[in-house]
């Protein structure tokens, strides 16, 4: 028995359950293997590279869904979804960020639409829509907060969560409401070892007349793929990059420099609390091996920990 990629649901015989299907498209009634290898898609992603306007360490493509042909194809311009393909080095990062991103939503967070599909090689590939577009052209602002300091990706860990949190102060239409969403996420990353959250992985959006932060973006589980991990997190907090703990991440960030009431604290806490089950249930069932799963199960109930103390 199969168990869809979009879904995580029992899919018989078929690639995709009915529900995974609709959730792409309530028009889409199968959906043909991508075009391409894994090997392929990074090809292409490295030959596409200087036409897109999305970047980073994770080769990515641009792409639309054509519903008539039931099939993802690669664009240049005009894309909807990116898509992530197998690492060459690093093992399983689009299982990885699939179940990390459905965490993410359990616990409270707001992240697109998103999942797998499988590859003409069979292996899985990570999708996600875009949510600064709009319709078949439009384009919604949105701007990093390397772009909001005035710093590059070169310079992009040349920052520390204290400065960023005054970004939100100076930017944000309601600072408050942004400042508990930061938290939250905060929180989250430190309970999924995502090492990597810099500048560049933080972004706001114009919703309307407000802005506010974006959904939330390239949630990995980094701790269980680099070798070492001798950080837990990205930008410096109370001049630490490890040894978190709750003091430093709920009393010291949350409260101090957030300036978040207990309600709100204690909110967030007993909400990720309350997720705990559905967390251990996705690992459970996500596509990662078995070694990887281990290893995230047992890095995520170390970190629960800390933040129970």
Excluded at 22 to 37: A, D, I, K, V, W
Excluded at 210 to 239: C, R
């Amino acid at each position: 028995m199969k168990h869809c990629p979009i879904t995580y649901e029992s899919c018989g015989k078929s690639l995709y359950s009915e529900k995974g299907l609709n959730l792409l498209s309530q028009n889409l009634e199968r959906l043909e293997l991508l075009e391409y290898t894994a090997a392929e898609q990074r090809s292409e992603a490295m030959a596409r590279a200087t036409k897109l306007s999305i970047q980073g360490v994770q080769p990515k493509l641009s792409a639309i869904l054509n519903i008539k042909d039931s099939r993802f194809e690669l664009v240049d311009t005009g894309g909807k979804y990116i898509l992530k393909p197998q690492h060459h080095i690093y093992p399983q990062l689009p299982e990885n960020e699939d179940v990390t991103m459905r965490m993410a939503k359990a616990a409270g967070i707001n992240v697109p639409r998103h999942g797998m599909i499988w590859s003409k090689d069979m292996t899985l590939t990570y999708f996600i829509k875009r949510f600064d577009r709009a319709g078949h052209k439009d384009k919604i602002p949105v701007e990093d907060f390397a772009q909001l300091a005035g710093l590059s990706r070169d310079t992009k860990y040349n920052y520390t969560m204290e400065k960023l949190v005054l970004l939100i102060d100076e930017f944000c239409t309601f600072p408050v409401i942004e400042k508990a969403k930061l938290f939250r996420l905060v929180l989250f990353n430190f309970l999924t070892g995502n090492e990597d959250m810099h500048l560049k992985n933080f972004s706001v959006i114009r919703n309307g007349e407000k802005i506010e932060l974006s959904p939330a973006y390239d949630l990995v589980n980094s701790t269980i793929v680099l070798k070492g991990g001798a950080e837990e997190i990205a930008l410096s907090l109370a001049g630490k990059k490890r040894k978190l703990t709750r003091k430093v991440l709920v009393d010291y960030f949350g409260k101090e420099r957030c300036g978040l009431t207990n309600k709100i604290i204690d909110g967030t806490l007993q909400e990720i609390d309350a997720a705990k089950p559905l967390f251990f249930e996705l690992l459970d069932k996500c596509f990662l091996s078995d070694e990887l799963k281990i290893k995230f199960q047992g890095l995520l109930e170390k970190r629960l920990k800390i933040i129970e103390e």
